[in-house]
């Protein structure tokens, strides 16, 4: 790149690098500001004059020029349409392999999830991506016919849902990025969400090991619970899982992993109706009992529902839904236990007995006991 081009774009984003740098120009920290005593006054940040490449010395924030425009509050389109003009990349070719029409394409644009990432920024210093990264991969998995017809045909996954969601490919395994909520910090930068996170799945269901995180990621569920709108949510384990659901239709939110699930990520489903579906394995059934339980001490109503009582081979919802079942079946209000009896009986779901109820009177004829564990479980289940 040429300095003057590198110029022209930082001036365009409001930026003004000092005529005399020749390599590093130094600027106040436009990425995150707030982070810096009295507005960044001794300007931490440089800018390679060269190659557009920034780098804060005191916030850790740095990326490139891609990266310095989301930073600044411009769109994934409106960053690269301002590269292009200047010269500082090329606009990509459509490659005429790809057999998506024109109407699926404008309205896979026009979905929720893919406008809500307009406007997202670069990920923290410290995680070994970027979200020019993640849209990149996406791309590369979007031109892909034959891996998505794949995905489609071992998997279940739909293609609108991995677009949805930026799922992509690296080149060597599917990624799935992991956002934030931005916070008041953030949002002074123009951030709506950040990228804190990046895991990556085998594309062979038998390679091992099936899910790896990039250097740096920091957990969370996936997606954020804010971008899902209905009232009534599944939780499951794993992307892989989450995404069968989401192409099933069934609005799915998946724990990274059955011992990845924090108790504070429950403040996050507040308001919602949870079903929570693990993995048919003790680890799956012992986070199962542990998330219901914090969504419950929160006065969340959760229920949790065991796929396959006799079987502790991890089946799930993949699994299921390869089976031919239905989602309808699979939210059936009356498989649903509660997260105390099930803890109660060891996560042993053939021996999880009704939701609890009051206790009848010493004197109450045979049979009353039953009765009133049914009639609570009863109004516990229309709750779903």
């Avoid at 410290?126 to 590369?140: D, K, M, P, R």
């Avoid at 804010?226 to 609005?251: F, H, I, K, N």
């Amino acid at each position: 790149m040429a300095g003057g081009e590198v110029r022209a774009f930082y001036e365009a984003l409001g930026i003004e690098l000092p005529g005399w740098a020749h390599t590093e120009a130094p600027v106040r920290c436009f990425a995150d500001p707030t982070a810096h005593k009295r507005d960044d006054r001794d300007a931490s940040c440089s800018v390679n004059v060269h190659s557009g490449a920034f780098n804060c010395h005191g916030c850790g924030a740095r990326g490139g020029a891609y990266d310095a425009a989301l930073a600044r509050g411009r769109s994934p389109r409106e960053a690269i349409d301002l590269m292009v003009a200047l010269g500082l990349t090329e606009r990509r070719q459509r490659d005429p392999s790809r057999t998506t029409s024109p109407a699926s394409t404008r309205e896979m644009s026009r979905s929720p999830a893919r406008q809500r990432t307009q406007r997202r920024a670069t990920a923290p210093a410290s995680l070994a991506v970027t979200g020019e990264q993640v849209q990149e991969w996406a791309e590369q998995l979007e031109r892909s016919p034959a891996l998505l017809a794949r995905l489609a045909r071992e998997r279940g996954w739909s293609r609108r849902a991995l677009v949805d969601l930026e799922i992509g490919f690296d080149g060597d395994r599917i990624t799935a990025p992991i956002w934030r909520l931005a916070t008041p910090a953030d949002r002074v930068s123009g951030r709506h969400a950040v990228l804190q996170g990046l895991l990556r799945l085998g594309v062979d269901r038998t390679g091992h090991p099936k899910v790896t995180a990039i250097p740096g990621t920091r957990l969370g569920l996936l997606p954020l619970p804010a971008w899902t709108r209905e009232g009534r949510v599944l939780v499951v384990e794993g992307p892989s899982d989450m995404l069968a659901a989401r192409s099933a239709g069934l609005p799915a939110i998946a724990v990274p992993g059955a011992n990845a699930w924090r108790s504070e990520w429950a403040s996050a489903l507040d308001g919602r109706r949870v079903v929570v579906v693990m993995d048919c394995d003790r680890p799956g059934r012992q986070a199962a009992a542990r998330i219901a339980e914090d969504l419950e001490r929160r006065g969340i109503v959760a229920g949790i529902r065991d796929l396959a009582p006799s079987r502790q081979d991890g089946y799930d919802v993949s699994d299921w839904l390869r089976d031919g079942k239905t989602a309808a079946q699979l939210l059936a209000p009356h498989e649903l236990h509660s997260a105390s009896t099930y803890r109660r009986t060891g996560g042993v779901p053939n021996a999880v007995a009704a939701a609890p109820g009051p206790r009848p009177a010493p004197h109450a004829r045979p049979g009353a006991e039953r009765a009133i564990a049914a009639g609570v479980r009863s109004v516990w289940c229309r709750a779903f």
